[in-house]
């Protein structure tokens, strides 16, 4: 699980070169439900059917307040940030978002 901040997507680029992989792939709707016990759109890093390699964009440590799936469709939880990383354990941090490109 790649957990960013905001609107920012995942880096393929980065996460393949993170987990040292030439390919990767997203979950599908089916993987998804059986691994974490949630539908797409509500998924959360807490209380997953299975334990989950948990990898955290630094972006994420920017925000003060954080939004995650609750696990319910349009309901989110929203966490200070110390809370978040106390309840969330351990994570692997890295720079797994595309990086903003100014043109100016």
Known sequence: MVLV?????VSWQALRRHLG???ISMATEVE????TGYPLGAVSPFGTREPLRIL??????QEHEISVGSGVRYT????QRED???ALGQ?????????DVKTD
């Open 32 to 35: 998804v439900l059986q691994v």
């Open 21 to 23: 992989t030439s390919r």
């Open 84 to 86: 978040f990383f106390r």
């Open 56 to 61: 955290v964009d630094r972006g994420v440590y």
């Open 91 to 99: 994570a692997e941090v890295g720079d797994f978002a595309i990086q």
């Open 76 to 79: 989110t939880v929203i966490m």
């Open 5 to 9: 901040a905001g609107e920012r997507q």
